[in-house]
């Protein structure tokens, strides 16, 4: 984010058509408000996909009625079961890019990423030239919020170490679920084709980064925990992150020979 200013950010921010992911299951409380505020910046190119799992809470049918109120800056993917982040997050993706996005962001519905830095994550994709840029909370002026509990600060700071040891990946949030992704790059890791079901995820697309020789830079977030709904991160899904990164380690994904390495405008 070196030499980024804020009118640099905005300017970024507007000449990129922006699309926003965000999966949910059971989020009917926190997606109106992460709605409102998407819409809320300073560009009329960015849009909101909203990737619903069947929620039983009625989210799929709230996102139906936000998308028919905002002259079509946001839509609905409705997905018949709940098969997991990762799924969801793929089929966002692979949508976004369908509908002509220069830049895809993901994000949580839950409230825990901010808004406030897609415009310098945005800005910042650009200025470097990178593939992805990564909302990080363990760079300098990144973190968390101090509610965030103990066990789950031990389990995602543990978690990171872990992936970047196995793996050997220099990103310093490897698990990072906020993310802005040149819309080029995106289709050279092939988010549709991920081993992933949960959170790891994010993981496999990090280290198909590196795989790819593709560039990432990291921006300072701070994430807080969510002020409303349940967190989804079941026994089952840590027990596929504990298990992913070795994995890929025997994995034989390549990118593409026809693949070219973006060089964001």
């Keep these: 984010m070196n030499g980024i200013n804020g009118t640099n950010a905005s300017s970024a921010l507007a000449r990129r058509r922006v699309v926003v992911v965000v999966p949910t299951y059971n989020e009917r409380e926190s997606l109106p408000v992460l709605v409102r505020k998407l819409l809320a910046l300073p560009t009329a190119r960015l849009s909101v996909l ?3 799992d ?6 799929g049918a709230l996102a139906d009625e936000l998308a028919r109120f905002t002259d079509g800056r946001v ?3 409705h997905r018949r ?4 982040l990762g799924r969801a997050y793929a089929a966002g993706m692979t949508r976004a890019l369908e509908m002509g996005a220069d830049v895809v962001i993901q994000m949580d519905a839950d409230g825990s990423h901010p808004v406030s830095a ?3 994550m945005v800005a910042a994709l650009t200025a470097n030239h990178a593939a992805v840029a990564v909302g990080s909370r363990y760079v300098e002026g990144g973190g968390v919020d101090a509610a965030w509990p103990w066990h789950r600060r031990l389990l995602s700071s543990g978690a990171n170490a872990y ?3 196995v793996l050997g990946l220099t990103v310093h949030d490897a698990t990072a679920g906020f993310k802005a992704w040149d819309a080029r790059a995106l289709q050279i890791v092939e988010p549709d ?3 992933s079901n949960g959170y790891s995820f994010q993981v496999e697309l990090a280290h198909r980064v590196v795989t790819a020789g593709l560039t990432s830079v990291e921006v300072p977030i701070h994430f807080v925990d ?3 709904g349940r967190s989804k991160m079941s026994l089952g899904v840590q027990l596929e992150s504990l298990m992913m990164p070795w994995r890929l380690r025997r994995s034989s994904w390549r990118a593409r020979p026809s693949a070219v390495v973006p060089r964001a405008a």
Aim: hydrophobic content about 30%; cysteine-free.
């Design 50 to 52: 909203v990737v619903d």
């Design 226 to 228: 969510r002020t409303e």
């Design 81 to 84: 079961v709940k098969e997991g």
């Design 54 to 59: 069947n929620s039983p809470d009625g989210t």
């Design 193 to 195: 084709t991920v081993l």
């Design 118 to 120: 897609i415009e310098p």
């Design 75 to 77: 839509s609905v993917l």
């Design 163 to 165: 992936v970047r040891g």
